[in-house]
């Protein structure tokens, strides 16, 4: 049997299990089921940040450029202080697309969800998306994974599926990551953050016209970020400067009687102003424009690094095994990269049993693991850099962004730092994949494959 003739399953249609779907599709695999709890992909409304090395994989899988037309191009970054919405930094951001070959876009997250979900239907001969059907149970994680699917419509039974390979891509709650450490006797504890976000968007037909001040933001092609001690907000414009998003971090005290089940919550409109009460009024104007009963809080959660990513024929895929505090924005980016690296690891597979699926399923968690726990922790060390109060630590940071102004130094907010963007932009993931396949794959242990 050739790779492409494997039965794949994939569990969440999020950014890790589309571009899973899609990169397999591409590469010729010919049965590929996608199942996913929610009804549809839903309207998600949220901005997202879709980096060079996020564009240079869906540019590769042909997407791109309908992604891109709906979004925002970022030419600059502005840091501010909060309170007094004065410059700490300001970073041009034009070079980016010179060095990297793409632009640094902001968009809609539809907007890339939806980008992807058509990529894979014109694969419809390839992809089969089950909506409103999730699983329940993994019955066996190989050497031909089961498991059970249950729909949401109580009327319909639950059954079980069989596949060659199955990939886990359902997210930070993940069942698979569950039932798979289980299955290893491996605990790994979820990591409270203490961190929370509210995240909003502003139409800019709902922006009164005497307030110029929002107006330029939206109309702007910048990033900026307003910092104060353990919260900031960063806000840009997107879907063409028709819509300003702002996504927040403050600490997670509202959740603190929360049973969070879902990691949300609804929030108090009060309780989000009196959070940024002494910020500027720029930032008190924005955070009003969100409708009473609209508030919507995420408790921002990360796991331990896991010791594996597999377990016989069954890999983890995205926020599943590298769930990421956001302030790199990296956290689809790099599900994205995962489900890219999937498809080359599989295509490669110079035979199709299990062993060498298990193989292949090592290859792909080489070839990423160490990249994305590296930017997880990165991501961490940016927010304790900008939630930084008053002391020696923030006198240093404060410094480090007066050297900045003079054109020197490194920045405290590794999101704009050209040394952090040359090692995750920098990188092409395929490309890796490509040259390390056999390597990778040569050196592969073989583990409880029965
Ligand atoms: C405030 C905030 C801002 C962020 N900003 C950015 C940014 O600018 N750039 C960036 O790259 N990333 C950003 N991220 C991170 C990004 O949103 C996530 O890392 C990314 O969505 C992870 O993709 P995923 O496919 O792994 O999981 P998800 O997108 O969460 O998808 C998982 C899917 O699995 C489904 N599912 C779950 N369980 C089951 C089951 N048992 N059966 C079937 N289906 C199931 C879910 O319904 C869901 O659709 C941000 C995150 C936050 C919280």
């Known amino acids: 049997m050739a790779p492409q003739d494997l039965k794949i399953a994939i569990l969440g249609a999020g950014m890790g299990g589309l571009t899973s779907a899609l990169a397999l599709a591409e590469r010729g695999f010919k049965h590929i089921d996608v199942y996913e709890t929610a009804s549809d992909l839903g309207f998600v409304g949220a901005g997202i940040q879709l980096a060079p090395n996020m564009a240079r994989v869906l540019d590769h899988l042909g997407v791109w450029k309908g992604i891109e037309a709906e979004a925002v191009n970022i030419e600059e970054t502005s840091v501010r202080v909060g309170a007094e919405d004065s410059e700490l930094a ?8 010179s060095i990297y070959g793409y632009k640094h876009m902001v968009g809609h997250r539809h907007s890339l969800a939806n980008g992807l979900y058509q990529g894979c239907l014109k694969h419809s001969d390839k992809i089969t998306f089950h909506f409103s059907k999730g699983v329940s149970e ?104 028709k819509i300003y998003n702002l996504s927040t971090t403050q600490p997670d005290g509202n959740f603190a009687a929360a049973t969070n089940a879902t990691y949300t919550t609804k929030g108090s409109k009060s309780a989000m102003l009196d959070v940024f009460k002494d910020f500027c009024p720029l930032v008190q104007r924005m955070l009003n424009y969100v409708p009473e009963g609209e508030v919507c809080e995420w408790k921002l959660r990360v796991h331990e690094p896991l010791p594996t990513w597999v377990s016989q024929s069954t890999a983890l895929v995205g926020d599943a095994c590298h769930p990421t505090l956001p302030h790199l924005a990296q956290g689809a980016a790099q599900a994205i990269e995962d ?104 050196s592969a242990r073989v583990a409880k494959l029965a």
Request: aromatic letters at 6%.
């Open 90 to 97: 300001h970073v041009d951001l034009k070079y980016i697309e």
């Open 138 to 241: 993994i019955l066996s994680f190989g050497p031909r994974p089961t498991f059970t699917v249950t729909p949401r419509d109580t009327n319909k039974k639950p059954y079980n599926s069989t596949v060659d390979v199955l990939l886990g891509a359902d997210g930070i709650k993940s069942l698979t990551r569950v039932a798979m450490l289980e299955d290893l006797n491996i605990s790994s504890a979820v990591k409270d953050t203490h961190q929370a976000a509210y995240r909003i968007m502003i139409q800019k037909d709902q922006v009164k016209d005497d307030d110029p001040e929002l107006i330029a933001l939206i109309n702007s092609n910048k990033v900026v970020r307003w910092i104060g001690e353990k919260r900031h907000i960063i806000a840009y414009p997107v879907s063409n400067n």
């Open 339 to 442: 489900g890219a690296v999937l498809a080359v690891v599989l295509s490669k597979l110079p035979a199709t049993d299990a062993e060498s699926i298990h193989k292949a399923l090592k290859a792909y968690e080489k070839v990423r693991k160490e990249r994305a726990y590296a930017l997880v922790e990165m991501a961490a060390a940016s927010g304790r850099a900008l939630h930084l109060g008053d002391g020696a630590a923030k006198e240093e940071r404060d410094k480090q962004f007066a050297a900045l102004r003079q054109g020197k130094g490194p920045v405290p907010d590794k999101w704009a730092d050209a040394d952090v963007q040359r090692e995750i932009y920098g990188l092409d993931c395929v490309r890796e994949a490509e040259e390390k396949f056999e390597e990778y794959f040569a």
